[in-house]
Structures are given as C-alpha cells and as structure tokens.
C-alpha cells in the first residue's frame, strides 16, 4: 500500500510492507548470488582476476576507488561490498599499476 504525503512542493511516497515481507527482503539480501555470478563470468571473460580486498573503514567508497583505478587507465569490474570489505577485481597484467595507485591514494 503506497499513500502520497505532504505538500505540493515536498511530495513523500510512504510504502508500508508487512512484516513477513520484510522478513523475505532481509533474506533476500542475503542469498546474492546474482554479483558473486557476475563477478566470476566476467573474470573468465577477462582472462584472469586478481582481486583486492579494501576495508569499507578506508573513509572512500567502493565507487571512488573503482573511479580512482579507471581515471588511471585501469579497467575493474566484480565491485562489491561483502561484510566489511570491498572486493574490486583487475587484470592480472594491471595489478602492480593498480596496487601502485591504490597505495598513493592510502588505500
């Protein structure tokens, strides 16, 4: 059930999802495995992986740091935040570039 709140000039959707909704949400998000998928086709498309792990504490996002190594000329893909990490992946030919840039960044 969606009702619309507020004035003209500031409109808020409210979405109300019941409980047990809620509950196959939460479990849904759990069970990715459409990203990790992704991650592996694309590494086998690639021709090699080699990922880094970044602790999400760093103070950058996982999409500053992929803008980081792209602006560079390094390409990544399989960016994702798993418990307390980012994991982005790079070509096994481009991981001393990307591991230089990352470190003068103070990644």
């Keep these: 059930m969606a009702t619309q709140v507020g004035s003209s000039q500031h409109n808020v959707i409210e979405i109300v999802i019941p409980e ?16 990790p998928t992704l991650a592996v086709v694309q590494d086998l498309c690639n021709g090699g992986a080699y990922t880094f792990l970044i602790p999400q504490s760093c103070g950058w996002t996982g999409r500053e740091i992929e803008r980081l190594l792209r602006s560079r000329g390094v390409k990544t893909w399989g ?15 481009q991981a001393k570039r990307a591991t230089a840039i990352l470190n003068r960044a103070g990644l």
Excluded: Y
């Design 79 to 93: 960016l994702m935040a798993i418990k307390d990490v980012f994991t982005i992946t790079v070509h096994p030919s």
């Design 20 to 35: 047990g909704a809620w509950q196959l949400i939460r479990l849904g998000m759990q069970l990715d495995w459409i990203s």
